[in-house]
């Protein structure tokens, strides 16, 4: 850890409701300092990815304040869109654009958010394909690529952005099998590479190894904070232990 | 069990049954195709044609500025070319187009011949497929790859020039919209509402799906009650009521007027062709362009809607059609589009009965149109295709 630790998110009692009235937040308190890997896990239901998605504004929350990289996500728009520039965010579903190559998909944010040409920008997408393994793929299409191939993609194109944050929102959940370690993989390296990352998964191998802390949320409440080693060999809450008990 | 695909033979002739109705059949056939033949060679009486072709053709735009529409016609064939040529180049051109190059010529020599069109109008057509085969020839080549960003602004500036070419003014002297007739008339017209619909129902669409709850109530509220009156009465409302209420010379031209609601139309049809697609794009793919930063307008223009129209294709196509088709209704309203013409030109007392050839010979040309329409919209949609999975 740094000497002096920098915020990169700042939730604070942030509670939300469903519009048919379901309380999905009830309350929550989170920080994440620059450089931290945290991970998320909890039972289906528990409110962890609306969380997630509430630090890009996807989900709006009615009561509490998040802060992203110091800019307050509020009801203010350009703030919104402020924040999104800087957070990257990979989905179970990979939601690659499926009219565009693999490159116009890499292309497409850094083009017209960023207002660069397609010809400076064209280099740095080829090795950010490189990175991710799959730089000959470029010029196909997402349709003609294997799940684990789509969703290290979609982590390119997210980095093409070069995002101060990542979210991963289950990133393995909809992968099968042989191919979760392909895309862990791509991640272990982001995360080596010194990226702030909050990962919504299972995959209890990864968090062990990559994660700063772990964080159990149910019921749309933090149950429980704690480092890997701490979290999942001496958990303080029943719940975790209950929760444990069930995935290990 | 392997069953044995079942060929052509075993299908028409599996049965004693089969046999006995496939023969009946075919010589059902045989019989309406030789009355029909022995009609077309023997009694029918293919000069109201000839003596009409004009007419029917461009209506009663006046003879002297009839070089108006062959250099039209003469810019749109070049851009055809070069447009076939560049097409032809790309690796996923569906098309034979042999077949297509062969009926051009055909229909070059042949249909002058058989309408009459007299020796220079025959070598006006001559020289214009040539042209268009030349340039389909040349255009797949590096100098039209270099503008090929341009292209489709070559296209809409042309178009532009056409419609003054037709109309006139700033220079040419005008023919009025009334005085436009027969298949230019046509072809002009559906094109014409074909261009402001398609943006018209897609935003008609789009603003169905609004959060604003006023754009949606006024949206829906166009679109359905559209929807709920036959064409014939609102073309009808926009011939005569609009120029009733309106004080006098204050209304449009009568021609303009039709565009008008006919673009309104087919907009509400369109629309919900549009709104179709739009509602098939899963929500992941918003979510993911807006973590992306792109704004909610670029997210729409980007993501959304290119998706969206490409799964409306194949309903949007079947529109065109109907929209082609529609304008026949035009002539009832006392316009003189194909169908129009040739009902003035049989109201002639020279003309009188000779209702089967010219009505044969419509069908033939609508048909033609629209086949073209639907291998248009099919190869555009083999084109657009990017989904393996």
């Known amino acids: 850890m740094q000497p002096t630790k920098q915020l990169m998110v700042q939730a604070k009692g942030v509670q939300k409701w469903y519009p048919n009235g379901f309380h999905v937040l009830r309350g929550v308190d989170l920080e994440v300092f620059r450089g931290e890997k945290v991970v998320i896990m909890g039972p289906s239901g528990s409110g962890k990815s609306t969380f997630l998605r509430t630090f890009n504004a996807l989900e709006d929350y009615q009561e509490g304040s998040i802060v992203v990289d110091g800019m307050e996500l509020n009801n203010d728009l350009r703030n919104i869109d402020a924040v999104r520039r800087e957070v990257g965010m990979v989905f179970q579903q990979f939601n690659l654009f499926p009219h565009l190559s693999v490159l116009d ?10 207002k660069r040409k397609r010809e400076d920008v064209i280099q740095q997408a080829l090795s950010m394909l490189e990175r991710v393994g799959i730089s000959e793929q470029a010029y196909k299409f997402p349709g003609q690529l294997s799940g684990g191939q789509q969703q290290r993609v979609a982590i390119a194109r997210a980095l093409c952005m070069e995002p101060r944050l990542m979210l991963f929102d289950e990133p393995t959940s909809s992968l099968d099998p042989e191919k979760v370690r392909e895309v862990l993989d791509v991640m272990r390296l982001l995360a080596l590479d010194g990226m702030t990352m909050v990962v919504v998964t299972h995959e209890v191998a990864f968090a062990r190894e990559v994660a700063d802390r772990v964080i159990l949320m149910d019921e749309g409440q933090v149950v429980e904070i704690a480092p890997p080693d701490q979290f999942f060999n001496h958990p303080k809450h029943e719940r975790t232990q209950r929760f444990l008990a069930q995935i290990l | 069990m392997k069953r044995s695909p079942l060929t052509l033979q075993r299908q028409l002739f599996g049965s004693l049954a089969n046999s006995a109705f496939t023969l009946a059949l075919f010589a059902l056939l045989v019989w309406a195709g030789w009355g029909v033949l022995s009609w077309a060679f023997g009694s029918a009486q293919w000069l109201v044609l000839r003596a009409n072709a004009a007419t029917l053709t461009i209506g009663r735009y006046p003879d002297a ?33 042999r077949i297509a190059a062969l009926l051009f010529v055909i229909s070059a020599v042949l249909l002058p011949w058989l309408l009459a069109f007299g020796a220079i109008n025959q070598l006006r057509l001559i020289f214009l497929v040539l042209l268009l085969l030349l340039l389909r020839q040349w255009s797949g080549g590096a100098w ?24 006139g003014g700033l220079g040419l002297p005008a023919v009025r919209p009334s005085d436009w007739g027969g298949l230019v008339f046509t072809l002009l017209i559906t094109s014409l509402t074909l261009l402001l619909a398609l943006p018209f129902g897609v935003l008609l669409a789009l603003g169905r799906r609004s959060g604003l709850l006023l754009v949606r109530w006024v949206c829906v509220a166009v679109i359905e ?14 011939q005569n009521l609009v120029g009733f209420l309106s004080p006098n010379g204050f209304a449009p031209d009568r021609v303009w007027r039709a565009t008008g609601v006919l673009t309104v139309f087919a907009a ?28 909610s307008v670029q997210t729409m223009g980007l993501v959304v809607l290119p998706q969206a129209l490409k799964v409306a294709l194949p309903a949007l196509g079947g529109q065109f059609i109907s929209l082609l088709q529609d304008t026949t209704l035009l002539s009832i309203v006392g316009l003189f589009d194909l169908l129009g013409i040739a009902r003035s030109v049989l109201s002639n007392p020279d003309w009188l009965g000779r209702y089967a050839e010219v009505y044969l010979f419509l069908a033939v040309l609508y048909w033609c149109s629209c086949a073209a329409l639907a291998l248009g919209s099919r190869a555009l949609e083999k084109r657009l295709a990017t989904n393996y999975s």
């Open chain 2, 144 to 167: 039209s790859k270099a503008f090929g960003k341009w292209w489709a602004l070559v296209w809409g500036i042309t178009y532009v020039f056409g419609l003054w070419l037709i109309a």
């Open chain 1, 105 to 114: 998909n890499l292309l497409l944010a850094p083009t017209w958010v960023r």
């Open chain 2, 225 to 238: 009650l559209i929807r709920g009156a036959p064409l014939i009465t609102l073309l009808f409302v926009g």
């Open chain 2, 268 to 295: 509400a049809y369109l629309a919900e062709a549009v709104r179709g697609g739009l509602n098939s794009i899963p929500m992941g793919q918003q979510e993911a362009a807006r973590s992306l930063g792109l704004s």
């Open chain 2, 65 to 97: 500025q009839e070089w108006r529409l062959w250099l039209l016609l003469g810019m749109l064939t070049s851009l055809a070319g070069v447009s076939w040529g560049r097409l032809r180049g790309l690796n996923n051109w569906p098309l034979n187009d």
